[in-house]
């Protein structure tokens, strides 16, 4: 006797699953450029922003690993921060 739950996989031509990786490609890219306008469009977002970048060139940037201890980062990154 045949369960009655439905297989969930479905097949698809090749040529429908590139369109719709395509398509959700789109979608993507759209959405990272309505982000960026919107950040852009934010002039206190874009003053703190500048103002941090100015302040990480004059060397004013926070103690990383007091701020990792801080927020409970682990390290179990590569990187040696």
Do not use: C
């Not at 490609?25 to 970048?53: C, G, H, P, T």
């Not at 060139?57 to 103690?63: C, H, L, T």
């Amino acid at each position: 006797m045949r369960s009655k739950q439905k297989d969930k996989n479905i097949t698809l031509p090749q040529a429908t699953f590139q369109k719709m990786l395509g398509a959700m490609n789109a979608v993507e890219d759209a959405r990272e450029n309505i982000e960026d306008f919107l950040m852009l469009s934010d002039k206190k977002l874009m003053a703190e922003l500048q103002r941090a970048r100015l302040d990480s060139i004059k060397g004013k940037v926070g103690d990383w690993r007091a701020l990792k201890i801080r927020y409970g980062v682990s390290n179990h990154s590569n990187r040696n921060i």
